[in-house]
């Protein structure tokens, strides 16, 4: 529900009407038509270029986001958003750490590369670019229901995404309560450097790619309905429930997962011929339910704002995760303001995460070590600084993320005790946001 | 079926919470003032909210819950 301004001149305006008409009638005069007074804003944009960062050489992201916004008439607005990712650095490919030099054939199948006795194992030729766009349009059915109706589009080097979603929000009780309901379809593309590989099949030497096949898809289903409701004048809360059904292809076709002696903890050999040791890529169901309960508390403090929000997420591949986002918008002089931000996100482990697989014991039927599927906390902290310009707001705040992970303890075994099985990630975020165009 | 249940549960708790929340109402068109400022919007910043999304999205287990989580991205 987007509360306007605007609301309570509409009474006046239809005051307005027949109030000339009886007035034109004592004078004798033909009423004149009726004329809209409201004039429809102009186009506005929100501009933004982001910079994440990660430490120890991993994952950079360079980020142009745009979003322009028409109204059409009166509650009917055209969204259009853009977005430009441009990717590089190494991304951590799943398998072990060692006391011994490995090497990997990269998923082109073309090249190697290795990773140092003892380091964290990271997949140096990662890099892409994503050009994302979409385009929405709301406009209302009746007096007091929205309808929002979108479609997105996305690339990647090695994976597409279409998208459509359609939305409901109908309000009751004077306008303080807002019911909702979204159903939103994805239908992803994804084409792997070297071919999508065959769940827990193992990595092969150069030029060899009985391992891979070609592309294959995921559908993504989602459903949301919600509530908003207003409590009093400075205070709005919202609680939502969605359900998200994704079948197809789920793995991440370049995570791999090492193959140790049960005792020792080094690696086994590979493929005869191969030089490599033994590693096979991840394999996760081809099916996954997410259910999520998200609540936020949004209030004014005399110009000053809290935001506060829960989300607690289930899914049938065995992940809990909670997270608690605070914002406090702290207003200063002529419209500038502060705004600290503190995020705390937790999640349990899939129940098919492993940070390593055993030789000799029968391979489970999915198995994945990517860590983002492990048991990890997170924190960020943050902050902003906005300030308004004629037409808009120049802003730009400044973050840091940090990931701290439990490594599945059976994997404590021999070499691997005293090895860092599951680095920190650290990271930094960076935006510079432009709004402008706005009356 | 104990999936199905859980869902049919939390829609009640849903319809329950609007219903009870419907009770605290009160504010009047003139007096959406303070709610109708760009700051106390639900999306306040959009590209913020965006960017936050598109960032844990590729980097944990758990997207949406305000919004749709479906992602459209091969990042995770």
Redesign the interface.
């Known amino acids: 529900?987007?509360?306007?301004?605007r609301?309570?001149m509409r009474?006046l305006r239809n005051v307005g009407t027949p109030l000339a008409a009886a007035t034109c009638a004592l004078l004798g005069q033909a009423a004149p038509r009726t004329v809209d007074a409201q004039e429809l804003a102009p186009w506005d944009f929100?501009?933004?270029f982001?910079i994440?960062s990660e430490a120890d050489g991993r994952v950079q992201d360079l980020?142009l986001?745009?979003?322009a916004r028409k109204e059409l008439r009166e509650d009917s607005f055209l969204n259009l958003?853009f977005?430009l990712d441009s990717l590089t650095g190494a991304s951590p490919s799943g398998a072990a750490p060692s006391n011994v030099v490995q090497t990997f054939t990269s998923p082109s199948g073309n090249a190697s590369y290795t990773a140092g006795a003892v380091n964290p194992v990271l997949d140096s030729t990662f890099h892409?670019q994503?050009i994302?766009a979409s385009g929405s349009w709301q406009w209302p059915v009746t007096r007091l229901t929205l309808m929002d109706v979108g479609a997105?589009i996305?690339n990647?080097y090695?994976?597409t995404?279409l998208?459509v979603?359609a939305k409901v929000a109908r309000d009751?009780?004077?306008?303080?309560?807002t019911?909702s309901f979204?159903v939103?379809l994805?239908s992803?593309t994804?084409d792997p450097v070297g071919g999508a590989p065959v769940p827990l099949a193992p990595m092969l030497g150069l030029g060899n790619m009985a391992s891979k096949r070609g592309d294959d898809s995921k559908d993504?289903t989602?459903f949301?309905?919600?509530?908003?409701?207003?409590?009093?004048?400075?205070t709005?809360?919202?609680?939502?429930?969605?359900?998200?059904n994704s079948d197809g292809y789920l793995n991440?076709p370049y995570k791999i997962l090492s193959v140790v002696d049960a005792v020792t903890g080094s690696p086994v050999p590979g493929p005869a011929g191969s030089g490599l040791y033994r590693y096979l890529y991840e394999g996760r169901p081809d099916s996954r339910?997410?259910?999520?309960?998200?609540g936020?508390v949004?209030h004014?403090f005399d110009g000053n704002?809290l935001?506060a929000?829960l989300?607690y997420?289930t899914?049938?591949?065995g992940?809990d995760?909670q997270?608690l986002d605070v914002h406090y918008?702290w207003g200063l002089k002529d419209g500038r303001?502060l705004q600290p931000h503190v995020r705390y996100?937790s999640?349990t482990a899939?129940d098919f995460y492993h940070t390593v697989l055993f030789d000799g014991r029968p391979v489970p039927q999915f198995a994945s070590a990517d860590y983002?599927?492990g048991e990890f906390d997170?924190i960020t902290l943050g902050l902003?600084y906005g300030m308004p310009t004629k037409k808009g707001e120049w802003?730009a705040?400044l973050e840091w993320?940090q990931?701290t992970g439990n490594a599945d303890p059976a994997a404590r075994v021999g070499v691997l005790t005293n090895l860092d099985l599951y680095p920190d990630?650290n990271?930094l975020?960076a935006?510079v946001?432009y709004k402008f165009g706005r009356r | 079926m104990t999936g199905i249940r859980r869902r049919l549960a939390v829609c009640a708790a849903l319809a329950a919470a609007g219903a009870a929340l419907g009770g605290c109402a009160g504010v009047e068109p003139w007096q959406r003032d303070v709610l109708a400022r760009p700051d106390m919007q639900l999306v306040a910043d959009p590209l913020e909210a965006a960017a936050d999304e598109h960032i844990y999205f590729s980097k944990e287990a758990s997207s949406g819950g305000q919004g749709f989580g479906g992602g459209g991205c091969g990042c995770n």
């Open positions: 529900m987007q509360l306007k301004k609301k309570p009474k929100d501009t933004s982001l994440y980020s986001n745009g979003i958003t977005a892409d994503r994302a997105s996305s990647e090695d994976y995404h998208g979603d009751f009780n004077n306008r303080n309560t019911l979204g939103a994805a992803d994804v993504v989602d949301l309905i919600g509530v908003t409701q207003v409590v009093n004048r400075k709005i809360v919202q609680l939502n429930y969605s359900l998200s991440d339910e997410k259910q999520s309960l998200f936020l949004k004014d704002v935001e929000s989300r997420m899914d049938d591949w992940v995760s997270t918008r303001y996100y999640q899939a983002r599927l997170a902003k802003s705040r993320y990931q990630l990271a975020i935006q946001s």
